[in-house]
């Protein structure tokens, strides 16, 4: 049993590295739209489909789910992750409106590219510095867990295979797939 929650953590941290890779080409993107370039909203949509299908819906909850194990078996480790939560809320919200601005650039609805430049970048900074923080300050505190939680609740939701970076990646993402072996040799 301790096996599987460190097999979970083992997950959530490869997931970290893997959404590095990510909001690096985002922040690419997000540059060249800022110059005026020609930028890959096709590229950009992928990857904002991508954050809602797995690191929402999926890793976020994970760590939620671990956070309530801490909670009950050590609440006293768990005091000062109350902020976890919440900003997983604040990225899940912006990543909602960033869709949002780029369906109205399909449909050629006027949202000003200044604005999408600024939210992509308050995205790829603020999951870039949530990241940094979990992997200091939040999944060392989930070790302890190794020993004394039952990884059930956390299990159900984190068998859900990784649709991009897993080994048998959706069909959605082969084009995105095709950026990152591009741009990183992933
Ligand atoms: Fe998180
Ligand atoms: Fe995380």
Known sequence: MSGDIAAILGLLRQD????????ALMAQEAERLGQA?????????????????YPDAVHHPTEDCLLGELRSVRPDLATGLKGLLPEHRRI???????????????????VRREILVADLEDYVATLTKHIEWEDQN??????????VAS????????????????????????????????????
């Not at 890959?40 to 992928?46: G, P, S």
């Not at 919200?93 to 109205?104: C, M, P, Q, V």
């Not at 939040?138 to 020993?147: A, G, Q, S």
């Not at 299990?155 to 990183?184: E, K, W």
Request: glycine residues 6%.
């Open 92 to 110: 899940s919200e912006l990543g909602h409106k960033i869709r949002n601005e780029l369906a109205s650039i399909q449909v050629e609805a006027g």
């Open 37 to 53: 370039g020609a930028s890959d909203f096709d590229c950009l949509r992928d990857i904002m489909h991508y954050l809602d299908v």
């Open 151 to 186: 990884p059930s609740a956390a299990q159900r939701i984190m068998h859900v295979v990784d649709p991009l970076f897993g080994s048998q990646p959706s069909a959605t993402y082969s084009r995105l797939l095709h950026h990152l072996q591009f741009a990183y040799g992933r």
């Open 16 to 23: 970290h590295k893997n959404l590095t890779w990510l909001l």
């Open 138 to 147: 939040l999944f060392p505190c989930f070790e302890v867990l190794v020993n």
